[in-house]
């Protein structure tokens, strides 16, 4: 009989001091080779210590509840026939193949990583010592290339790390895109085999054969950011978690589609300034937004399916009467979108006076909930911070949403020769369901040609 050898923790990715969370085997027992002896858990992952040879057990050295670091005895083995046949022929090699063993459990043994192939015990010593030698060359894998499992869509990757299953099935289950955390086993002590892995996946393939159609998203892959520096966490704000969360609707749900175009505005701004005296005496701030809203009313009554919505079932259009105007509002806690109420009916000096009215209620977090509802269309005015064009997402169940960008000199060909005019960009997002693109062209080239007629704005 051969004399018994040591099982050894492998490389753990430099964990130290990890508890032992299950002892799998016992005094006496015969396994086979990848047979799991103990279930450790790092900071990261529990995982499973497969046995290097197949055998007998002689003693178990460890206990649950023990501390363990890579190196330290599991247990002692006394190795089968033909594992004894080839430790005897690999005490011949050199130092490197014999540890070729120990490489091939440190990759079983590291979460995430394939096992590499073990050599094979028949070979002659000659054939033997090169294969053996080749994994022991191999370096170990470092933590961060052991996570790749992270990166799996629609996976809980904490349940996963906890299911009660050898190193080849966590593999196995991997390969298949099965979550181990939802695998009932029927191993001893509950341990999950392949079979149940195989059960599971066979029962959620003739589950989906016979549910409705469903297209679940896949999930961004989990990253543990301090893994490659210093971090911060700070918490979204209500509104942020609020807004994040419709937008994100929005975009999923309807097909955007955004149609740029250059508003010649030097006239409306030369307008604008001649009734600066006027705004002072109204007490008001005449910006070129307060035009804006004005140019978008006359588009939206000359294009009536822009001030429209989709019903619940989707197969009917509700055309609207009125007229509100939203308004994207940059505040310190997030995007809101306070509404100016039938818009249409209101002055340039009201419309004014409604803005900067909802803007400060915005920026000191005291709109009501009313004053950002009942919305028909929505501008996104980013002029006072800069940009040229960009993709403004729907405001849902709006159909249409108008992004204003900085408007720049820009040089324009007029009777023969380049004058220079005051061009302002627009970026027009539509819903594709409601509004074809040509419709869309017309509606965003009306509004341009609108706002450079100010006595139509007046």
């Known amino acids: 009989m051969a004399s018994p050898i040591e099982v050894k923790v492998p490389d753990i990715g430099g964990f130290k001091d990890v508890s032992v969370i299950d002892v799998l085997v016992k005094d006496g027992q015969q396994i086979d080779k990848e047979t799991p002896l103990v279930t450790i858990e790092t900071e990261k992952a529990a995982m499973d210590v497969p046995a290097p040879a197949a055998g007998k057990i002689a003693q178990v050295k460890l206990k649950t ?28 090699t050199p130092p490197a193949a014999a ?152 975009w999923l749900n309807l097909p955007h589609v955004t149609q740029h175009e250059d508003a010649d505005i030097t006239d409306l701004e030369a307008a ?51 007229f509100n105007i939203g308004f994207a509002a940059d505040t310190p806690n997030g995007l809101v979108v306070p509404v100016i109420p039938n818009a249409d009916q209101l002055s340039i000096y ?6 900067a009215s909802l803007s400060e209620k915005a920026r000191s977090g005291k709109l009501k909930a009313t004053e950002m509802q009942g919305g028909c269309f929505t501008i996104s005015s980013l002029g006072g911070i800069g940009g040229t064009y960009f993709t403004p ?15 720049t000199q820009k040089p324009v060909y007029e009777r023969g020769a380049f004058v220079p005019r005051l061009m302002l960009p627009l970026s027009l997002s539509y819903d594709h369901r409601v509004i074809d693109g040509a419709e869309a062209a017309r509606f965003v080239v009306f509004l341009a040609k609108t706002l450079g007629d100010v006595k139509a704005l007046l």
């Open 393 to 407: 997402i729907i405001n849902a169940p709006e159909v249409a949403v108008l992004g204003v960008s900085r408007s």
């Open 272 to 322: 604008r300034g001649a009734l600066k005296g006027k705004a002072e005496q109204e007490q008001v701030r005449l910006t070129p937004l307060v035009f804006i809203i004005k140019a978008c009313i006359l588009a939206l009554r000359q294009f009536p399916r822009f001030n429209a919505s989709l019903d619940e079932s989707g197969e009917n259009l509700v055309f609207k009467k009125y």
């Open 65 to 92: 509840g023990d501390k363990v670091s890579e190196g330290s005895v599991i247990l002692l083995l006394e190795p089968a026939a033909a594992e004894a046949t080839a430790t005897e022929k690999d005490t011949a």
């Open 350 to 355: 009201d419309t004014a006076r409604a803005l």
């Open 99 to 250: 540890t070729a063993p120990a490489a091939n459990a440190v990759t079983a043994a590291t979460p995430g990583a394939a096992a590499a192939p073990a050599p094979a015990q028949k070979q002659e010593p000659a054939a033997a010592a090169p294969a053996a030698a080749a994994p022991a060359r191999a370096p170990a894998p470092s933590p961060a290339q052991a996570r790749p499992q992270q990166a799996r869509p629609a996976m809980d990757e904490k349940a996963f790390s906890r299911a009660h299953a050898s190193p080849s099935v966590r593999k196995f289950a991997r390969e298949l895109g099965a979550d181990l955390g939802k695998v009932q086993g029927t191993g001893v002590k509950g341990r999950i085999t392949q079979d149940d892995v195989k059960a599971h996946v066979k029962g959620l393939l003739a589950a989906a054969a016979t549910a409705a159609p469903a297209s679940p998203l896949p999930r961004v892959p989990v990253v543990d950011f301090a893994h490659f520096g210093a971090v911060e966490v700070k918490p979204l704000s209500r509104i942020q978690k609020i807004s994040g969360a419709r937008l994100q609707a929005s």
